[in-house]
Each structure stands twice: as C-alpha cells, then as structure tokens.
C-alpha cells in the first residue's frame, strides 16, 4: 500500500522557519522523482520545490528560491522541505507527491501557518 506521510506543519511567526518531512512507503522511493506542493485558501495547488531521484537537481518557484530547500534520503525513503524566512504568504497546506512517468502519488498534507 502507497503512503505518502507529511509532518513537521505548524504555527510559525514571519521569519521563522520549519522543517517538512515526508515519509514515503510502499513503492521503491529512490525510482520517483518528489515534489512539494501548496494550496492557500481559495487558490490553486501549486509546485513549490522538486527534486529529482537521485537528488541531482532540484528547482523552486520563484516565491521561495533562496528561502526552501528541498533535499532527499534515498536510504531514509523520505524528502524534506526546509522552509527559512517565512512569511505569511507562504500560509497553506503542503502536499509532497511522488512521479514515476504516468504514475504519482499525494499524501494527505500538512498545515502550515505563518502569523504574528
């Protein structure tokens, strides 16, 4: 069974930082290439980070390059999300997905707030 398993969400001021983790079991992990998502209320899901399998190459949206971080561990079957200097745009729930060609996977998404 395909679980996709994201944590580390939470409250969090302007400037500050979090650490999202995404725990990924039942498919070979180290074959997909992962990417975290977000959706604010009332917009659209949109690509924040990506990376690639082997974690080669990796590329953000330009609202958080130079803030988020995406990395991956292969061995751990797990991709993370560091997010620095938050602002209260940055307010959503965040998706990790996992590709393979056709093939991908969400898990259940894990809220982040950033407020005074």
């Known amino acids: 069974q395909v679980q996709l398993v994201e944590s580390g969400g939470g409250l969090v001021r302007p400037g500050g930082s979090l650490r999202l983790s995404c725990a990924a079991s039942?498919?070979?992990?180290?074959?997909?290439?992962m990417s975290w998502y977000r959706q604010a209320p009332g917009k659209e899901r949109e690509l924040v980070a990506g990376?690639?399998?082997?974690?080669?190459?990796?590329n953000y949206a330009d609202s958080v390059k130079g803030r988020f971080t995406i990395s991956r561990d292969n061995g751990q079957n797990t991709v993370y999300l560091q997010m620095n200097s938050l602002k209260p745009e940055d307010t959503a729930v965040y998706y990790c997905?996992?590709?393979?060609?056709?093939?991908?996977?969400w898990g259940q998404g894990t809220q982040v707030t950033v407020s005074a």
């Open positions: 990376i690639t399998r082997s974690g080669g190459r990796t």
């Open positions: 997905k996992a590709v393979l060609l056709r093939e991908s996977w």
């Open positions: 039942g498919f070979t992990f180290s074959r997909y290439d």
